[in-house]
C-alpha cells in the first residue's frame, strides 16, 4: 500500500479538503505556499509517465478537482493565481510514488522553478 492510499484508508492522518469516488484532496504536510494541498488518485498509478489511456477520465478528474478546491481555498481570485505541479521521477523532484497533483498559491510564486 503507498503512503496515500493509506490516507484514503484513514490509517495516516491528513487535513482532507475533498474527497469522491475517483481522487481526495489534503494539505501538504510540508507547505511550501500559504495554500499547498494534493490531490491524489484512489488508483495507485505510480506517477503521470505510468499513466494509460485507460486512465484519461480520471487525470481530467484530478486537475478539475484542483481547480475547485483552489477555489474553496480562496486563491482563485482576479489578483490571486496558484500553480499546479506534477513531479515525475528523479530530477522531477518525485519523492512519493503515487500520481499526485500539487497544488500552490497564496503567494507569488517565481518561475522558472529551482
Ligand atoms: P513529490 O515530492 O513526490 O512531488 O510530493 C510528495 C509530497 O507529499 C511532498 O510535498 C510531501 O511534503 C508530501 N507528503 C509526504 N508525506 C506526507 C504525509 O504523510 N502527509 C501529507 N499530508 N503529505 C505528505
Redesign the pocket.
Known sequence: MT?FEK?VARE?P?DILHEDDVCIA?????PQAPVHF?VVPKKPIPRVAEAEFVDQATLGHLLLTAGKVATAEGVNTADGGFRVVI?NGADG????PHL?V?VLGGRPLKWPPG
Open positions: 503512503l490516507i495516516i491528513a489534503f494539505r501538504d504536510i510540508s494534493l513531479n523532484g518525485e519523492t512519493v499526485h500539487h
